[in-house]
């Protein structure tokens, strides 16, 4: 009698997702890196939409003149 293998089941899935102890240290690492990269990604797919929506204000008023001063300066240059 073929019955269903038992490490495909649903409290088995449960348990290796929530910490357990019975995980290895490589585990931990792999999640914890798993989890903080996802994070990481998060935060700079928010910023990216951050200042394709707003970007003027996304970035201090200091650089951009910065940037037309030089270009003025060099047109005034050449």
């Known amino acids: 009698g073929g019955g269903k293998d038992p490490t495909f089941s649903l409290p088995a899935l449960a348990s290796a997702l929530r910490p357990d102890p019975t995980l290895s240290l490589e585990q931990k690492a792999t999640f914890l ?8 990604l998060a935060v700079l797919i928010v910023r990216c939409f951050r200042i394709l929506l707003d970007p003027y204000r996304s970035m201090p008023p200091s650089s951009w003149t910065d940037y037309v001063e030089k270009d003025t300066l060099d047109y005034r240059l050449a």
């Open 33 to 40: 890196f798993l989890f903080f990269l996802f994070v990481f």
